[in-house]
């Protein structure tokens, strides 16, 4: 954008330090090509940067709708419109739990209570320290074993408060995300 | 090719890509809107202008239905007057909208539409949500307090003027005009400063500064004596 | 790829398949996914390898075999026997491997593990769209030729007019399993009779077509996942139901619109669209004849409304997912303008069997005006919860006693939900009900997409209602003011109830709003959303009375 402006040629800095330091654009770049940078491309190039980078923030939103030729609000409005974009980071750990008809109706809510009581962390926040994000999500498909909830991307099922709780424990205590067999749809997604 | 349908019992000569909304306006015949605006795309969204066409079993919105030989309509019965009544007050309940402290006071179409519908109060709660003022660009200002999200801003800023600063963020009840990546207005690198969405604004969201209350007056009609320079090049004054 | 050689890829894989004695099928859906099936896979593996049973044994991976709150489950399948008689192990680990393939080689079933196969829950079902589903690996497209997958798609290429295809799925009564139930074989033919690009906006250069099939795999009600075991368990049967549509239709490119979430079903139908490509069951010039046709995979991102035809189109064209005015229906101007079929994973699924097995089989299963069998998701306080296919007209009784066998811990049932967000909860008295669309909606309900949450007598109904329309009011888009402004005073007022701070008169007004709420809004998700609200009063209403309070004890 050619337009003079202080905001624009700040993001437009740190773009390009990115953009030679950070090679993760380059696979942002392989999907736009696939797409030949068209507007109808936007959502799956959404998908990518998110997956690199483990959110969109607005430098990335800023080169996206560059490189698409779109309206920075187009972007940013998509990017808002659904949910399974974030604009923030998330903390080191994450404790998903499902929140589907059937998980409600066997409790799910009362694990969102007991990690909420505990971590004193809000549905959709990051506690102060970086280490927990507790998510909320509608449903994984997985309602015969309810309630489940994703520790760091890890299913587990038949829940309840305690053993919610031990899960999460035992995740912040193990450090690095454990990677198995069950790993998370949300990380899974390949291409 | 001209068609006739009968609305509300009036005979009603129209043309074939007329929408029903267009044609009752022809013949004189009042439906309110308010996410329509002459010059802008229409988008269905405010529901005010749903009518009652006979052999469908769902109101329709007539301003983006099209017309048929042989339509019958009707625009203004007892059960849409209740409907529209209900819509009013949702919206006056669901953000903070206070005709007393407005700059659009007098000159606002959601209020114009209130009395209109014989609203008196609302029954539902209000939600009083809490809400900012941008008013970091030089000469207009937005107040989302007032927004009813009808979009003609965002539709007026990306089909007219063409810069398309404006757009929705986030979604359902929590969403917001927003210019930009979120920026402050006065930083919006796109905005050409033109006024085109404070004309179009039906409210008093978007309004000149240094307006107080009941002072912003605007001409909507400039949009679409605009947008008939532009494409048909007929500047009909 | 000509039908010879599809016959010859059959025969091989069929021969292969009988050179082996047994085969080990491990479910890989992702409940026994997530339970560690691929460890016991591998496991499985290890075990007939040092007991040098490779070339007797099978060892392989299957989509959902049903009863997913068992899982993980493996079941062992005799290739030589007729009838087989198919053993199915239970909560299996991969400690449990020397075992099980002990048991295999001495053809005695292990009994502490094993599941009676002869159960309702297995007895009552009769599986059209899943019957592939448990019995073949979905990342293998030669397992589907050789249960006779593609047989359709050749047929129709090769023996059958555009317009016979369309007659055949209208003489076979199947209906849309998205939800509202319209007639496929009048959608297929509406889209097939419109012109290409009559309200042309702008199709992408690099999109060659005039018109379009779209799959919507955008499951996105709670407590569903009927289609996501179908797109995982079965990725090819959908492509070839798409293939089928496409020709009948005249479209040479399709979508399907899954969820990102359903990261394995996205998985599959990559492997599997690469491998219809390479053997040229999709593409150019499909079976040599002057068929083209491709599948393009586009990915949700969370918005249960984009399982709304205009909203989902709206998504794959890159923009937010709002719905729009219909008419004009996608069939005439939907995707960038052009005709647009769009119909549901289960939907198309059902397509290839009607093709080789005819419309007149397909249209005697069922009742008079629903045919065929609908697949649900059998959960919520029931015993045996799971993935289910049954005839269209069985009754709720027999779905939720003998199938599902009934609430738990002698608890009492007090009612099912069908159709999640959109749909209505239904009392014991309606249990004998028959299960097709008319019904359904009689009773103030939908068939939905399948999801079945059986609820006891512990469950709060104003509870339910109240969590329902906090979906809603999540998911609406905003578009719209009734269902933007609507559903969160909806919310509100049940929230009010729920604390005691409601009077009757807000009960009032509550049921005046579902009703401006359900005749103004703009799209389904919204003429929709009060559904659970109306039918827990109609059939509950004494739980909501009980917790008002008297107008001046209001604080």
Not at chain 2, 200 to 215: I, N, R
Not at chain 3, 126 to 138: A, Q, S, T, W
Not at chain 3, 380 to 400: A, F, N
Request: hydrophobic share 40%; glycine share 10%; proline share 5%.
């Amino acid at each position: 954008m050619s337009v003079a402006n202080g905001k624009v040629s700040q993001l437009a800095a740190e773009l390009s330090r990115r953009l030679a330091t950070d090679k993760r654009y380059k696979i942002l770049e392989a999907v736009m090509r696939r797409y030949d940078y068209r507007s109808h491309g936007l959502i799956e190039v959404l998908h990518a940067a998110q997956d690199s980078f483990g959110y969109l923030d607005e430098p990335t939103l800023y080169h996206i709708a560059a490189k698409l030729h779109l309206p920075l609000s187009k972007v940013l409005g998509v990017a808002t419109f659904y949910n399974y974009f974030t604009l923030k980071p998330q903390g080191k750990h994450t404790c998903v739990v499902c929140l589907g008809t059937a998980c409600y109706i066997k409790g799910g809510d009362r694990i969102v209570e007991a990690v909420q009581q505990r971590y004193h962390v809000k549905p959709g926040a990051t506690t102060p320290d970086g280490e927990l994000s507790l998510l909320i999500v509608r449903c994984v498909g997985s309602c015969s074993a309810a309630p489940v909830a994703l520790f760091d991307g890890v299913l587990g099922t038949h829940l309840d408060a305690d053993t919610a709780l031990q899960r999460v424990a035992a995740m912040l205590r193990e450090g690095l995300p454990e990677q198995s067999n069950g790993k998370t749809p949300v990380q899974e997604v390949e291409r | 090719m001209a068609r006739t349908l009968t609305i509300n019992g009036q005979m009603v000569s129209a043309r074939d890509e007329d929408t029903i909304l267009r044609a009752a306006q022809d013949a004189g015949i009042h439906i309110p809107v308010l996410c329509h605006l002459d010059g802008l795309s229409d988008v269905g969204a405010c529901r005010f202008c749903l009518v009652e066409v006979a052999g469908s079993n769902r109101l329709l919105p007539a301003c983006t239905t099209r017309i048929q030989e042989g339509m019958v309509v009707q625009t203004d019965t007892e059960q849409l007057r209740n409907y529209r009544r209900h819509l009013i007050e949702l919206l006056f309940a669901e953000r903070n909208h206070v005709c007393a402290v407005c700059v659009a006071n007098g000159n606002c179409e959601m209020q114009s539409l209130a009395i209109q519908l014989g609203m008196t109060h609302s029954r539902y709660d209000y939600m009083f949500p809490s809400l900012g003022v941008d008013l970091s660009h030089e000469r207009f200002g937005l107040d989302h307090n007032r927004c009813i999200m009808c979009t003609r801003c965002v539709r007026a800023c990306d089909e007219i003027e063409g810069a398309h600063t404006l757009d929705v963020f986030g979604r359902g009840a929590k969403a917001r005009i927003v210019t930009d990546l979120g920026m402050p207005w006065g930083e919006s690198p796109t905005c050409t400063s033109c006024g085109k969405c404070v004309m179009a604004c039906p409210t008093g969201a978007l309004f000149k500064q240094g307006s107080t209350v009941a002072e912003m007056t605007r001409d909507r009609s400039k949009l679409n004596f605009l947008k008939t320079a532009r494409e048909e090049r007929k500047w009909i004054v | 790829m000509n039908p010879d050689e599809l016959n010859r890829i059959a025969q091989a894989e069929q021969a292969a398949l009988s050179r082996h004695e047994h085969a080990i099928n491990v479910c890989v859906g992702i409940a026994c996914h997530s339970g560690g099936s691929e460890q016991i896979r591998k496991a499985l593996e290890a075990e007939v390898k040092s007991a040098g049973l490779q070339g007797k044994c099978l060892v392989r991976g299957v989509g959902c075999p049903g009863l997913c709150a068992e899982g993980p489950l493996v079941s062992v399948e005799p290739l030589h026997r007729s009838p087989p008689q198919e053993l199915l192990y239970r909560k299996v680990t991969p400690a449990d491997a020397p075992a099980l393939v002990r048991s295999v080689v001495r053809e005695e079933p292990l009994e502490q593990l094993r599941i009676d196969a002869n159960q309702p829950f297995f007895t009552r079902q009769l599986k059209i769209v899943l019957e592939n589903c448990g019995h073949m690996d979905p990342e293998r497209i030669e397992d589907y030729i050789a249960r006779g997958g593609y047989q359709a798609l050749i047929k129709v290429l090769t023996e059958m007019t555009p317009q016979e295809v369309i007659d055949a799925l209208s003489r076979s009564g199947l209906r849309g399993r998205g939800g509202a139930g319209f007639p496929t074989g009048l959608k297929w033919a509406t889209v097939a009779k419109a012109t290409p690009g009559r309200y042309p906006t702008y199709v992408p250069p690099d999109i060659q077509s005039q018109k379009f099939v779209i799959c919507n795999g955008d499951e996105g009600d709670p407590g569903a996942f009927m289609d996501r075991s179908v797109m995982e368990g079965d990725p090819h049967r959908v492509l070839e139901g798409m293939a089928i549509a496409g020709y009948a239709v005249g479209a040479r490119q399709g979508f399907i619109y899954v969820r990102a979430e359903y990261a394995l079903a996205v998985k599959r139908l990559r492997t599997a669209i690469r491998q219809a490509q390479r053997i040229g069951l999709l593409g150019k010039n499909i079976a040599g004849t002057s068929f083209t046709f491709d599948v393009d995979i586009r990915l949700g991102a969370g918005a249960f409304v984009c399982g709304e035809e205009t909203a989902l189109i709206a998504s794959i064209e890159g923009g937010r997912g709002l719905p729009r005015p219909r008419p004009p229906y996608p069939a005439e101007s939907g995707l960038w303008g052009c005709p647009t079929l769009i119909n549901n994973v289960e939907t198309l699924a059902n397509v290839p069997p009607i093709i080789t097995k005819g419309a007149d089989w397909f249209a005697s299963i069922g009742t008079e005006k629903s045919k065929g069998t609908k697949v649900f998701a059998l959960t919520g306080q029931v015993k045996r919860s799971g993935l289910i296919e049954v005839p269209m007209g069985i009754t709720l009784r027999e779905i939720v006693f003998e199938i599902g066998g009934g609430v738990p811990e002698g608890r009492q049932f007090k009612a099912v939900q069908t159709g999640g967000p959109s749909g209505g909860c239904i009392p014991a008295d309606y249990l004998d009900m028959p299960v097709d669309y008319e019904s359904l909606a009689k009773v103030g309900s939908i068939m939905g997409s399948g999801g079945l949450i059986v609820m006891d007598d512990t469950t709060d109904m104003v509870e339910v209602a109240r969590f329902f329309m906090d979906f809603c009011m999540e998911e609406s888009c905003g578009k719209c003011i009734p269902c933007r402004a609507g559903t969160a005073q909806m919310h509100h007022i049940l929230t009010k109830i729920q604390q005691g701070k409601a009077t009757a008169r807000d009960l009032r007004l509550l049921e005046e709003l579902s009703n401006v709420v359900k005749h103004t809004s703009l799209c389904g998700l919204g003429q929709s959303a009060p559904n659970p609200v109306i039918s827990t009063l109609r059939y509950f209403r004494h739980e909501y009375e009980r917790k008002l309070v008297p107008e001046l004890e209001r604080v």
